[in-house]
């Protein structure tokens, strides 16, 4: 396997010495590009244009050929796995992911399952081929799953939701079906990633995007004690390199030292939270990733800069950074704006050392 040409993303995240801070966006490949929306305008719908792989390819590389980014992300979406343990995922316009069948009963949950990734999801894995192949060792490749946590809330609510009731009421009634589910999806977790990692993903990213709505006492229990195992598990090298992991919970700052210790290289950040005091309290055990605000890209050019200056100059010139958002882009965003933050962000470290 010939070397990457640009390997400073899988660097910082293993906290080594980099000429400057490496970035990408969470959802940089969607609806603010125009290109994206003419793919998925061909595509049909949301779910072909993720379960046909040279469209999830094209769309992958789209923000690559318009920024200079130090990674992709595969294209995909988190709900691929619960798809695959068919609980019936749909798209209804206007209202996000739903369910048909999501896991109210009893029996439901005891017959739940974990997919074997290559049949069921080898769209995925043909996918992650295909991307690697295009990309041809110009920047890594980043492969990502939900955490157990944050698939079980949609297994369990049927969709997006505002006050997490189905998933909080098991929590608090029968918390022996809910570590059921959440058992099992990190089996389907462990078994999705690793096949990426194998299928030719450099690194791995665990969304955790609902942790944040519990207590502390419940985050460590039906989150973060899932994600450890999870971490525990992946394949640590392949191809002669490292694969490195992050794990992200928006809302999680209250518990970063507890993420920090979960064995994952990296540790995402949303807005919330002061980069600099974050980078103090987990004292160089893990990497940072994050954490511009994704609103702050509504701003003026000028402010973007000053926005991203704000986040290099709180962290420092200190190895293990890598500036991404707090959440994912905004469909609102002007691509030109992007173009201004990856701008400000490269320059920004090789200013300093030049000065």
């Not at 209804?92 to 974990?114: C, K, M, T, Y």
């Not at 005091?277 to 701003?299: I, S, T, Y």
Request: charged share 20%; glycine share 8%; net charge negative.
């Amino acid at each position: 396997m010939s070397a990457l040409k640009n390997d400073t993303f899988l660097r910082a995240l293993l906290r080594q010495p980099t000429d400057y801070t490496p970035l990408w966006l969470m959802r940089q490949a969607g609806r603010y590009l125009p290109e994206y929306n003419a793919t998925r305008a061909r595509a049909g719908d949301f779910l072909t244009l993720c379960k046909t792989p040279d469209l999830a390819t094209e769309v992958t590389l789209q923000p690559l050929a318009r920024y200079p980014l130090d990674a992709a992300i595969l294209f995909s979406d988190i709900l691929t796995v619960p798809d695959a343990m068919g609980l019936g995922l749909y798209f209804a316009p206007g209202e996000g992911p739903r369910f048909e069948r999501p896991l109210r009963d009893e029996w439901e949950i005891r017959d739940l399952s974990a997919p074997d990734p290559n049949d069921k999801l080898g769209y995925v894995m043909d996918a992650v081929r295909s991307i690697r192949r295009a990309l041809d060792n110009s920047v890594p490749l980043i492969g990502f799953s939900g955490s157990p946590y944050t698939l079980a809330c949609y297994m369990i609510e049927g969709g997006s939701s505002d006050d997490y009731r189905h998933i909080k009421t098991m929590l608090y009634s029968r918390p022996d079906l809910l570590h059921r589910i959440l058992e099992v999806t990190t089996r389907a977790v462990i078994d999705y990633l690793n096949a990426q990692i194998e299928a030719g993903a450099q690194a791995v990213m665990i969304f955790d995007s609902w942790g944040g709505s519990l207590t502390p006492h419940a985050y460590r229990e039906f989150s973060l004690s899932y994600m450890e195992r999870i971490v525990a598990a992946l394949i640590q090298e392949r191809d002669g390199r490292r694969v490195p992991s992050i794990v992200f919970t928006k809302g999680g700052g209250n518990w970063l030292e507890a993420m920090a210790a979960i064995g994952a290289d990296a540790v995402g950040l949303d807005w919330s939270t002061d980069i600099g005091e974050a980078r103090r309290r987990v004292n160089g055990k893990v990497a940072l990733q994050g954490n511009l605000d994704p609103n702050a890209l509504h701003g003026s050019a000028d402010n973007i800069r000053i926005e991203a200056a704000r986040i290099l100059d709180a962290y420092g010139n200190h190895p293990g950074h890598v500036f991404n958002l707090g959440h994912g882009i905004s469909q609102f965003t002007d691509p030109a704006k992007v173009g201004v933050l990856v701008e400000a962000v490269h320059n920004h470290r090789r200013a300093l050392q030049a000065a």
